[in-house]
């Protein structure tokens, strides 16, 4: 029979990445040490690495028919993404981030411009054959305030009525990212299996460490559900049902190059590991050591 895939439903952009030898001043003429074109976006990134780890997995965005399109659907094919649930749109264009990294600090900074691409939408999401999946991991971080927010509910609220219907070892998992500051997105810390919150999110709380964010926010998720929030250099914690704290030191690379993507990585890492059947602290430990292999790299090739 064949193996049941990782689902990521989210945004796809094309990143255009500036190498540069440290952050460039404001209102200076700089050249850039390299430049490239490279996919992105948070839930699309997820499925490259959920695919270099040896995942099957799909990948369900928006696009807009034209050259950038074509360009993300080539990278997609090259990891061996399955396409069948993406959505095209007739309207606006994909979006773009201008992406600029130093090569002092490993640092990335991220000039985004949406371009009026509508979103995933529950009536799209209605094609989705969830038999197929084993996880499904959802991306609640729209570009634009509200975009999205309330149908991504009514696709969550999908997965439970088909999960009340299917015996336990029928149930899909569920994934939940809240990345974005932003008050609409905040409905969907109550759905998921394992809620990822970012630590922009936390730290907008005004909480100054994942353990704080992780017990301030917990009431905020359903009931059985995990709490997950990464904090860079200073690693990982999770909180689960049973109210025990676990964490996982980060494992820095010997020179940071590239963080673009390394929440990406450790998101998809700690759900690659889960879904193998592994702890909670052994996926924790797992997503660290991945996402800082990943910040030793330019981009994601080479991190297993």
């Known amino acids: 029979?064949?193996?049941?895939?990782?689902?990521?439903?989210?945004?796809?952009?094309?990143?255009?990445?500036?190498?540069?030898?440290?952050?460039?001043?404001?209102?200076?003429?700089?050249?850039?040490?390299?430049?490239?074109?490279?996919?992105?976006?948070?839930?699309?990134?997820?499925?490259?690495?959920?695919?270099?780890?040896?995942?099957?997995c799909a990948f369900m965005g928006?696009?807009?028919p034209g050259h950038v399109a074509d360009f993300v659907l080539d990278d997609?094919?090259?990891?061996?993404?399955?396409?069948?649930?993406?959505?095209?749109?007739?309207?606006?264009?994909?979006?773009?981030?201008?992406?600029?990294i130093s090569e002092a600090s490993g640092s990335r900074t991220i000039l985004h411009a949406y371009r009026n691409l509508p979103d995933v939408s529950a009536k799209d999401f209605e094609k989705v054959e969830?038999?197929?999946?084993?996880?499904?991991?959802?991306?609640?971080?729209p570009a634009l305030p509200g975009r999205n927010?309330?149908?991504?509910?009514?696709?969550?609220?999908?997965?439970?009525?088909?999960n009340a219907r299917q015996p336990p070892e029928g149930k899909i998992q569920v994934s939940v990212e809240v990345e974005k500051p932003r008050e609409e997105l905040y409905q969907l810390f109550g759905y998921g299996d394992v809620v990822f919150v970012s630590k922009d999110v936390a730290k907008h709380f005004g909480f100054r460490s994942a353990e704080e964010a992780l017990r301030g926010l917990y009431s905020r998720v359903r009931?059985?559900?995990?709490?997950?929030?990464?904090?860079?250099e200073e690693g990982a914690d999770a909180l689960g049902p049973d109210g025990r704290l676990l964490h996982s030191d980060a494992f820095p690379p010997p020179r940071v190059v590239d963080t673009l993507g390394a929440g990406d990585t450790?998101?998809?890492?700690?759900?690659?590991?889960?879904?193998?059947g592994k702890s909670m602290q052994e996926a924790l430990r797992?997503?660290?050591?991945?996402?800082?292999?990943?910040?030793?790299?330019?981009?994601?090739?080479?991190?297993?």
């Open 130 to 141: 969830l038999t197929r999946f084993k996880w499904i991991h959802i991306e609640a971080s």
């Open 223 to 232: 009931k059985g559900a995990t709490l997950v929030c990464a904090w860079a």
């Open 1 to 56: 029979m064949e193996e049941k895939q990782i689902l990521c439903v989210g945004l796809v952009v094309l990143d255009i990445i500036n190498v540069m030898d440290k952050y460039p001043e404001e209102d200076t003429d700089s050249r850039c040490l390299s430049q490239r074109w490279q996919r992105g976006g948070n839930a699309s990134n997820s499925c490259t690495v959920l695919s270099l780890l040896g995942a099957p």
């Open 266 to 276: 450790f998101n998809a890492a700690v759900i690659f590991s889960l879904s193998q």
């Open 76 to 100: 997609l094919r090259r990891y061996s993404v399955d396409l069948r649930y993406m959505v095209f749109q007739t309207t606006g264009s994909v979006p773009i981030s201008t992406v600029i």
């Open 149 to 162: 927010a309330s149908e991504q509910v009514k696709m969550l609220q999908r997965i439970e009525q088909h």
């Open 62 to 64: 928006s696009l807009a």
């Open 286 to 304: 797992f997503g660290c050591q991945v996402a800082g292999k990943k910040c030793g790299l330019q981009g994601f090739d080479g991190i297993v």
